[in-house]
């Protein structure tokens, strides 16, 4: 059974930094490609960042690049999404996401809230 749990979310001034965690179980991280989302208040899911050990492969949405760095600890079965430069319109619940064919895995969500 697939399973996502995020955790690292907060309140953080603009200009601060955040590190999310999603612990994954029920699959190896690194067999797979492993997504960050965010959706904000008001507005569709985006995709933010993306990952795949597998095929030394990252992309990051134009919105996010230069500041938000993923990566895998595959000794802990953990992504990581490292936020820097955080800008008020980085508010959103952000989300680990993992496909298998026409199904996506998904956690609970994480709030991350830039703020001053």
């Known amino acids: 059974q697939v399973l996502l749990v995020e955790s690292g979310g907060g309140l953080v001034q603009p200009g601060g930094s955040l590190r999310l965690s999603c612990a994954a179980s029920?699959?190896?991280?690194?067999?797979?490609?492993m997504n960050w989302y965010r959706q904000a208040p008001g507005k569709e899911r985006e995709l933010v960042a993306a990952?795949?050990?597998?095929?030394?492969?990252?992309s990051y949405a134009d919105s996010v690049k230069g500041r938000f760095t993923v990566s895998e600890d595959n000794a802990k079965n953990m992504v990581y999404l490292q936020m820097s430069s955080l800008k008020p319109e980085d508010t959103a619940v952000y989300y680990c996401n993992t496909q298998r064919g026409i199904f996506d895995y998904w956690g609970q969500g994480t709030q991350v809230t830039v703020s001053s």
């Open positions: 029920g699959f190896i991280v690194s067999s797979y490609a």
């Open positions: 990952i795949d050990i597998t095929s030394s492969y990252t």
